[in-house]
């Protein structure tokens, strides 16, 4: 599971096996006693235990106070958020990836740039935009996350790699057939000791993959571009003068 993998890159002491809201319980109370800290001692407790009929919504109110946005109203996803605020907390802390974050970059030499772009004036955390785009998603089979600009992002990628009007006719041609590739048990030529960490490096390092592929690719059609004008030129002999 993705939420056990990032919780053990922060320190989480256990193993998530199942979508168990004890497992979850405790994951959520640890990452409030050891990360988060806002809550005291006695509101800490309403997260502490899974099995009451009432800890989800105790779970809601806590996430949503960390502004998770309402409309995720899955377990999952809340907890997921959770983990994700956590993760930025517990990496804030360290100075060397604190000095890179935006409130300490010096912005005095930073040009101010204006674009006219329709998309610079959506306001993506308005719950219209989260309510559009959670309903394509739907349509695109396309699952659910807390923050609607990832979710944007994947229904943009589906959308330009399979819905375009080739891949619409041939659909063959575009849909990736055969085995998954076992990802985990290839090498990727380093070694980390975390293995949460080792996971998304190699996750990482098969996106990059394919980024340059898909990069190649276009700089192949563009040699194919050129070598089509530059390689079959066109002579008009009538232009041509013999003798003086």
Request: hydrophobic letters at 35%.
């Amino acid at each position: 599971m993705n939420i056990n993998y990032t919780a053990k890159s922060i320190g989480y002491p256990k193993d998530i096996t199942t979508n168990d809201n004890s497992q979850y319980a405790d994951l959520v109370y640890w990452l409030e006693t050891s990360v988060l800290k806002k809550k005291n001692s006695s509101e800490r407790e309403f997260l502490r235990d899974g099995i009451a009929k009432d800890w989800p919504e105790h779970l809601h109110k806590y996430a949503v106070g960390l502004n998770c946005p309402k409309s995720v109203s899955n377990i999952e996803g809340q907890v997921d958020f959770i983990l994700n605020c956590a993760t930025k907390v517990k990496y804030l802390e360290k100075d060397v990836y604190n000095k890179y974050s935006i409130g300490n970059l010096k912005t005095s030499n930073v040009p101010n740039v204006e674009v006219d772009n329709i998309l610079d004036h959506v306001d993506y955390t308005s719950k219209d935009f989260q309510i559009g785009i959670n309903k394509m998603a739907k349509l695109l089979n396309i699952p659910q996350h807390p923050d609607p600009k990832v979710v944007l992002r994947a229904c943009a990628t589906v959308t330009s790699n399979r819905l375009h009007k080739n891949a619409l006719e041939k659909p063959e041609n575009y849909i990736v057939a055969g085995m998954p590739f076992p990802y985990k048990e290839a090498d990727p030529g380093f070694t980390i000791s975390n293995e949460a960490v080792m996971e998304a490096a190699k996750v990482l390092r098969l996106l990059y993959i394919s980024d340059l592929r898909a990069l190649q690719t276009k700089v192949n059609e563009c040699i194919v571009a050129v070598q089509s004008v530059t390689a079959n030129p066109k002579t008009d002999t009538k232009l041509g003068q013999v003798g003086k």
